[in-house]
C-alpha cells in the first residue's frame, strides 16, 4: 500500500492558519488522485478536500471551501493543505491518504473505504 505521512499540525487560536503536509512514496503516489480527511473527537472521519493526480481539479467541502487551499507538489512526492480562518470545530486529527479519481472532481459520490491510514498530524484550534 501507498506509504504516507502527515505533519504541520499543531495549535492554533481561532482565525489562525497552518499548512499541512503528506509525504508519500513512489510513483504512486505521484500518479494518484489525494485527498485530506480530518476526524474530530468521538465523530466519524470525513472528508475535507481532493486534488486530482496533475493538481488540475481540485475539490473541498462546503465547510471548506474559501479557507482551505490542496495543492501538491509531485516532484517532492508532497501534498499540502493550507488551512486559514481556522475555528474550534476544525479541531482533529487530520489525515492524507489516495482517492478515487472523481472524488477530486465531483466529491465524495461513490462508496470508498481506505484501510491503510498513517498516523495523522492533530490540529488543533482554540476559541
Known amino acids: 500500500q501507498m506509504q504516507v505521512h502527515e505533519s504541520g499540525g499543531g495549535l492554533v487560536q481561532a482565525g489562525g492558519s497552518l499548512r499541512l503536509s503528506c509525504v508519500g512514496s513512489?510513483?504512486?503516489?505521484?500518479?494518484?488522485?489525494l485527498g485530506w480527511f480530518r476526524q474530530a473527537p468521538g465523530q466519524e472521519r470525513e472528508y475535507v478536500a481532493g486534488i486530482s493526480w496533475n493538481g488540475v481539479n481540485t475539490y473541498y467541502e462546503d465547510y471548506a471551501k474559501g479557507r482551505f487551499t490542496i495543492s501538491r507538489e509531485n516532484a517532492k512526492n508532497t501534498m499540502y493543505l493550507q488551512m486559514n480562518s481556522l475555528k474550534p470545530e476544525d479541531t482533529g486529527v487530520y489525515f492524507c491518504?489516495?482517492?478515487?479519481?472523481?472524488?477530486?472532481?465531483?466529491?465524495?459520490?461513490?462508496?470508498?473505504?481506505?484501510?491503510?491510514w498513517g498516523a495523522g498530524t492533530q490540529v488543533t484550534v482554540s476559541s
Open positions: 491518504a489516495p482517492i478515487p479519481p472523481t472524488w477530486s472532481e465531483e466529491g465524495p459520490l461513490v462508496t470508498y473505504e481506505y484501510v491503510y
Open positions: 513512489g510513483r504512486t503516489f505521484r500518479m494518484s488522485a
